[in-house]
């Protein structure tokens, strides 16, 4: 194919209401506050990346996404938009600090490339399939409240809740318990986000045990870093035990191999990247590791890429991309059509399928 080159680079903030605040241990984010980056090809084709930083995960926010995106400007003009491994490569050891920053550059130089190609982005990714069932999450909320979300979410098709958990072992009990009140026929994923010891994560499912509560998945019991600590948690128990914050690279994901510390791998391209992403994929389907599909505070652009990803990759056994503004306050149309639970995406809608409004 004749080279397409970028003839024009644009830098935005995006910022949209959530629908309900989002506790960090900094404070409180009541909205999205992310960055979009538009190639425009010289062809007239345009492509579109978001960024989606999270500081507790990532160490980035939108300040520091939007200099390392206008720091790339120059860089990334007059490349040829084909040879999208080769720019994602050098913005990776430059920028290797700035994952969200980069996995927005690779989204929009996909997104103008399969437009190019006028196929589907989850063509790309290999079209195992057009389709992605996502679960729900249950915010930290007193038990009533979460049964009757639970219950609400179960009449409106959701057939797998999660939860956060790491706070307060009672409290957590209790909502587990209303949950499963409100929603009998669900299947219950927990998340502790690093928030236990070792031997508090065992204690945990020990107390949910005696409670009869069996979640299908336990994601991150234990720091990120605490490998040993993590094998420890699986060998106490056969509740499937998942690697979220452990691995943001192709090289973490081999030492959850090593170690043999989990049964799940959570790819988050806002984490790894989209190109990365694909050899992480890779590294746990060799070795026997379910793979889940996760996502920060995204807008339609962000979540139909992780989207078609899932569906065109099809290794996915576990999807969470759950979205967290009105549809109506979208800044895209277009891209996969959402009816919960589940995504379809278009074979007639070339890229991830947005439109800026
Ligand atoms: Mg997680």
Same mark, same amino acid.
């Given at each position: ?43 007239? #084709? &345009?492509?579109?990346?978001? $960024? ?11 300040? =520091? @996404? *939007?200099? !390392? ?70 915010? #930290? &909320?007193?038990?009533?409240? $979460? ?11 959701? =057939? @797998? *809740?999660? !939860? ?194």
């Amino acid at each position: 194919m004749k080279a397409i080159k970028i003839k024009e680079v644009i830098i935005e903030p995006v910022n949209v209401p959530l629908d309900e605040p989002f506790k960090i241990a900094i404070g409180t984010k009541y909205s999205i506050e992310n960055a979009l980056i538009t190639v425009v090809l010289e062809n007239g #084709i &345009v492509g579109y990346g978001e $960024a989606a930083p999270l500081e507790p995960i990532n160490g980035e926010n939108q300040a =520091t @996404v *939007l200099a !390392t995106l206008n720091s790339c400007i120059d860089f990334i003009k007059g490349k040829d938009v084909a040879d999208y491994r080769a720019i994602s490569a050098t913005l990776r050891s430059v920028f290797w600090a700035q994952v969200t920053a980069r996995c927005a550059v690779e989204m929009a130089l996909l997104d103008a490339y399969t437009r190019v190609l006028d196929i589907p982005l989850y063509q790309f990714f290999g079209g195992a399939g057009n389709k992605a069932e996502t679960d729900y999450t249950i915010d #930290i &909320v007193p038990p009533e409240t $979460a049964k009757v979300n639970a219950a609400r979410l179960a009449a409106a098709g959701y =057939t @797998v *809740l999660k !939860t956060k958990v790491g706070k307060k072992l009672t409290d957590d009990i209790d909502r587990l318990l209303a949950i499963k009140e409100g929603a009998p026929a669900c299947g219950l994923t927990i998340d502790a986000n690093q928030g236990y010891s070792p031997c508090e994560a065992v204690h945990f499912i020990e107390e949910m045990g005696k409670n009869n509560i069996r979640p299908i998945l336990f994601e991150q019991p234990v720091s990120r870093y605490d490998l040993a600590g993590m094998r420890f948690v699986k060998d106490h128990t056969s509740i499937p035990i998942g690697a979220d914050e452990s691995v943001f690279t192709s090289a973490d994901a081999i030492n959850v191999v090593r170690t043999g510390c989990a049964d799940y791998i959570n790819i988050k391209l806002m984490k790894s990247g989209i190109i990365e992403a694909m050899d992480i994929a890779a590294i746990a389907r060799s070795a026997n590791i379910k793979l889940m599909i996760g996502c920060m505070l995204e807008t339609k652009l962000a979540l139909g890429c992780s989207v078609h990803f899932a569906a065109g990759m099809g290794c996915f056994s576990h999807i969470d991309l759950d979205p967290h503004i009105d549809p109506e306050l979208e800044p895209f149309t277009g891209g996969p059509d959402y009816r919960a639970p589940f995504y379809t995406l278009s074979p007639d809608l070339p890229g991830v399928g947005c439109v800026k409004r």
